[in-house]
């Protein structure tokens, strides 16, 4: 649980420090240290924690084998690192809206399938979805996956029915990682 409450935290710490539009405002932020690419890296000093974080390339949202078009929250995946926790390459993903009761979101990396799992937590009083891999050695596999990869494709379901995948550009994901990942001492 507390790898899970730590996720949830950094991800409710990004999305309030990017205000609303999260990768696009946190442009403006000034935690945010570089952008290689399709990837941001950013830094919080007290506690001491690096991010970075994408936005999808694109977005196929279906109901009933119909594309449909659907209001959804911020888009994001991240890899985090906690580095006075020991703590380091945590990968997680929130799709913008809830996920159902014990929902699986599956992250296809060319031939490599990851499965995360999600849970619900209310954020500035909106109920957000957040999913993560079960653990930090599944993250090292998919960061792994990442580096070598082009596109992440993460498949969920809202609580409402609605099947989404989104594509999310790895093109600067392993110089971004490495940079977040030297600056919290890795």
């Avoid at 950094?10 to 405002?25: E, K, N, R």
């Avoid at 888009?75 to 009761?101: A, C, H, N």
């Amino acid at each position: 649980m507390f790898y899970k409450t730590s996720i949830i935290g950094i991800l409710a710490a990004a999305c309030l420090t990017a205000s609303a539009g999260a990768v696009l405002a946190q442009d403006e932020s000034t935690n945010r240290v570089a952008a290689d690419t399709d990837w941001s890296v950013f830094v919080e000093d007290d506690p001491t924690q690096c991010w970075v974080v994408s936005q999808p390339t694109g977005s196929v949202n279906t109901r009933d084998g119909n594309e449909v078009q659907v209001n959804r929250g911020d888009i994001l995946m991240f890899v985090s690192f906690w580095p006075g926790q020991s703590r380091m390459g945590e990968v997680s993903f929130t799709g913008g809206y809830p996920y159902p009761d014990g929902h699986v979101v599956t992250v296809e990396i060319g031939s490599d399938t990851f499965e995360f799992y999600t849970e619900n937590r209310d954020v500035d009083g909106e109920r957000v979805g957040f999913a993560w891999s079960a653990s930090a050695e599944e993250d090292a596999r998919l960061i792994e996956a990442m580096k070598r990869g082009t596109d992440a494709v993460v498949t969920g379901v809202s609580a409402r029915g609605t099947t989404t995948r989104d594509t999310i550009s790895l093109l600067g994901f392993t110089a971004a990682v490495e940079d977040a990942q030297a600056r919290c001492g890795g």
